[in-house]
């Protein structure tokens, strides 16, 4: 079989997003819709993939820096016969074209392929989908044996063509030599005054070739988006199809219409996620996961049993097996807690690397440390390791006991089973087994008077 070429349309201002973005930059599931269509192109192993800019046309190859992609400027948008004539100069003949757009973010792969399966030079594929109310998109028309004939635009139809309910999703697929030859010949004469990629359904039937028909499984795969208000629409139907996923695969929703995944998250069994939480990037979550209401994970793995508690965020982290987050913690980048670690409330990390069963209950910061096995942190702790100009470590050994409102002055090292006494300021190193006080001598004054108001 010839090799599969696809070619993304991509050029259109998009006025109606009331946007100086342009509109196939607008996110779904946090990946902008272009990037999506990309990502499927190449899924289905295109040899490569042109795509068709014009308006905002650096903003949009800025967006995506990929050595697989063949940018195509498209000056003028003159419908779409013309723009993915544009690209006609990068077609070898011998392989078959997909043309797919930038703006219609979540047709699935599988629909795709099996469009494409049987596509030779005999034939030109199609994909249609039927709508209860069909205004504003081009009718299939058909004849008597039920053969396509031609797609006849909305504003071009007689009133008997307008009751047709199949309608065209611009999404199709024919061999490049067809293409090189009908789109030459297009015709603006029609009441939009551009060349429509549409005409060359009655060119393939007139030079004797089949039209191959195929449908989604679900409309909302061949939605486009005009505005924000279908933007909106096709990322809550994304969601829900993640929603039914997870739930399918072991996890229990608090209510799946608030969680959102915005990336890749792969789960285990017996999970619990409550409402309004928030995946993003890669994280992948073990079995026995307990995740409340409010949170936000991403890039992160999380083993079995965990519980992260209420508003918690989590961000490139690696989290042992039973381990305890929040409420209200946040784990920054490079952070790796052991088994049965706990991080409390108001607790933040950073490159922190956190033994099995220590604790870091609550008030704290903790960044660019090791922390050994069964270490205490008390309330109020924090290690400061920026001396303004440069990054320093504090390394805190097994059995460390670290008082409430302690500064650990990086560089330092707290060996082992040694204990900060409450309040101190440690900016030398402390062997192990001692106990380290640093802070002022209190003295208490007798007859003191408090202030009074004048």
Not at 363 to 387: E, F, M, P, Q, W
Request: aromatic residues 4%; charged residues 20%.
């Amino acid at each position: 079989m010839s090799p599969l070429h696809v070619v993304i349309l991509a050029a259109g201002q998009g006025s109606r997003m009331k946007s100086a973005l342009p509109k196939v930059l607008h996110p779904v599931a946090g990946k902008a819709m272009l990037h999506h269509v990309v990502d499927t192109a190449k899924q289905l192993g295109a040899e490569k993939i042109h795509t068709v800019i014009g308006h905002g046309a650096d903003q949009v190859r800025s967006s995506l820096q990929d050595d697989a992609l063949n940018w195509v400027l498209q000056t003028e948008q003159l419908g779409t016969g013309h723009a993915v004539a544009q690209a006609l100069p990068d077609l070898p003949d011998d392989v078959r074209v997909l043309v797919l757009y930038g703006d219609v973010p979540l047709t699935r792969r599988e629909t795709l392929e099996s469009m494409v399966g049987d596509l030779d030079d005999s034939n030109l594929a199609l994909l249609t989908v039927d709508m209860d109310n069909p205004h504003g998109y081009g009718r299939i028309v058909r004849n008597g044996a039920g053969q396509v004939q031609a797609i006849v635009e909305q504003k071009d139809a007689t009133a008997e063509q307008q009751e047709i309910r199949e309608v065209n999703t611009g999404i199709l697929a024919v061999s490049a030599k067809h293409l090189k030859s009908w789109l030459p010949t297009l015709s603006n004469s029609n009441a939009q005054g551009e060349y429509y990629l549409t005409d060359i359904i009655a060119m393939a039937v007139e030079h004797g070739l089949s039209v191959t028909v195929s449908q989604p499984l679900n409309p909302f795969e061949v939605q486009g988006v005009n505005n924000r208000l279908q933007l909106a629409e096709l990322e809550r139907w994304y969601q829900r199809q993640q929603a039914e996923r997870l739930m399918t695969d072991g996890a229990t929703l608090a209510d799946p219409a608030r969680v959102d995944v915005r990336g890749e998250l792969t789960i285990g069994n017996d999970l619990w996620i409550d409402v309004n939480v928030v995946f993003e990037g890669q994280v992948r979550l073990g079995s026995n996961v307990s995740i409340g209401p409010g949170c936000v994970i991403k890039d992160s793995t999380i083993a079995d049993g965990t519980e992260i508690k209420a508003n918690s965020v989590v961000e490139g982290a690696v989290v042992g097996a039973n381990a305890q987050i929040g409420p209200f913690a946040r784990l920054r980048p490079g952070t790796e807690l052991a088994a049965n670690t706990k991080v409390g409330n108001f607790v933040e990390t950073k490159k922190a690397i956190v033994g099995e069963g220590s604790k870091i209950n609550h008030l704290s910061y903790v960044g660019d440390a090791s922390l050994g096995r069964n270490v205490n942190v008390g309330a109020g702790t924090i290690t400061c390791n920026y001396d303004g100009v440069n990054k320093h470590k504090t390394t805190i050994g097994d059995g460390v006991f670290v008082g409430s409102n302690t500064s650990l002055v990086a560089p330092v090292t707290v060996a082992a089973e040694a204990t900060i006494g409450a309040g101190s300021t440690i900016t030398r190193d402390v062997n192990d087994r001692e106990l380290a006080v640093a802070r002022g001598k209190q003295r208490n004054i007798s007859g003191w008077e408090r202030p009074k108001k004048n």
